[in-house]
């Protein structure tokens, strides 16, 4: 969908309601703006337990054949590293 080009008319813009306005900053400062700006880009605490990122080396067979599968390769390679963790734990 394209932008609407041509001039702009105040009738073509809704009225604001006093809710719009609910979580507005205001401040007289740049400094303070940026303080804020920068608090809400802050990321939360990782919900999910944390990777560790490694270099490993794999032979050319068994990245061709996970590349092939598609986006999302490397989440498919861990999860059958993680079945053949699972079934070896319990053998063992």
């Known amino acids: 969908m394209s932008a609407k080009r041509g001039p702009v008319s ?3 813009t809704p009225a ?3 809710g719009d306005w609910s979580d507005a900053f205001v401040t ?3 400094d303070e703006l940026r303080a804020a ?3 809400r880009r802050t990321r939360g605490p990782n919900k999910r337990e944390t ?3 490694v270099a490993v080396r794999f032979s050319p067979e068994v990245l061709t054949f996970f590349r092939a ?7 498919r ?3 059958a590293l993680r079945d053949y963790v699972a ?3 319990l053998s063992a």
């Open 87 to 89: 079934k070896h734990r």
């Open 69 to 75: 599968t598609g986006p999302g390769w490397q989440t």
């Open 16 to 18: 604001t309601q006093p």
């Open 28 to 30: 007289h400062s740049i």
């Open 37 to 39: 700006v920068t608090a």
């Open 10 to 12: 105040i009738d073509d």
């Open 51 to 53: 990777k560790e990122q």
């Open 77 to 79: 390679m861990d999860q």
